[in-house]
């Protein structure tokens, strides 16, 4: 697609859901992170997948976060047994590829908004 | 310490005020840096890259300092336009793989 294509836009969810977020990057681009941003605060990294692989997930607050990507192409972030905490905007970009990065920046999504109520 | 550190602001200005923001990173081994921009509720987008030698696109200028690890962002002739949240982008770790988001300066353009 022309950008970076994240859904749902808002998720509202009972404590203890479990709740998945879907990230469509730009066509081609085989580098996708996944970045979360609370009220006020900077963007926290997540995890990072080159084609299907994540050889970066540093950034996993827990281990009732996961993610996976399929084809290259579209990723999911699953959060299960949601806690309040969790509530922030959740952020996917990509680029062409990782070392590009440094030319280039990401293209982020429009993220979606996860209160967890 | 944060690893990157910027003013949050607010940093509220006069149409057409000159304003600049400053962000200083703690790892002098970074290697690349940028400056996004991310209006209220939306995604963070790229406004510019930061060069050693210093850039200038139309009415932003940036700078980077590396002896005093600091980039900074100068907007001149501001607009309403330019009301955002201004983060600060820096690149470090082997191949320069490792991204440090700043929390971001927020500005305030009023006419």
């Known amino acids: 697609g022309a950008g970076v294509s994240q859904s749902p836009s808002n998720k509202v969810t009972e404590k203890g859901k479990d709740v998945e977020l879907r990230c469509d990057p730009i066509?081609?681009?085989?580098?996708l992170y996944w970045y979360r941003q609370s009220l006020g605060q900077g963007l926290e990294f997540l995890i990072y997948?080159?084609?299907?692989?994540?050889?970066?997930k540093s950034g996993l607050p827990s281990d009732r976060f996961s993610a996976e990507r399929t084809g290259g192409s579209v990723s999911t972030l699953t959060i299960q047994r949601t806690q309040q905490e969790d509530s922030a905007v959740y952020l996917c970009?990509?680029?062409?590829?990782?070392?590009?990065?440094?030319?280039?920046?990401?293209?982020f999504g429009s993220g979606t908004r996860l209160t967890v109520v | 310490r944060k690893e990157v550190e910027q003013d949050p602001g607010p940093f509220n200005v006069p149409e057409g005020a000159t304003v600049a923001f400053n962000c200083t990173y703690s790892n002098s081994a970074s290697q690349s840096f940028f400056w996004y921009r991310q209006d209220c509720r939306k995604e963070p987008k790229l406004l510019m890259s930061v060069y050693s030698s210093g850039n200038e696109d139309g009415r932003f200028t940036a700078q980077l300092n590396r002896a005093s690890q600091y980039i900074s962002l100068l907007i001149r002739d501001s607009k309403l336009s330019d009301s955002a949240t201004y983060l600060c982008?820096?690149?470090?770790?082997?191949?320069?793989?490792?991204?440090?988001f700043g929390a971001g300066t927020r500005l305030f353009v009023k006419a």
């Open positions: 066509s081609g681009h085989t580098a």
């Open positions: 982008v820096v690149l470090t770790g082997t191949g320069g793989f490792k991204t440090i």
């Open positions: 970009a990509s680029s062409l590829s990782r070392g590009l990065v440094a030319n280039y920046g990401y293209t």
């Open positions: 997948f080159q084609g299907n692989s994540a050889p970066d």
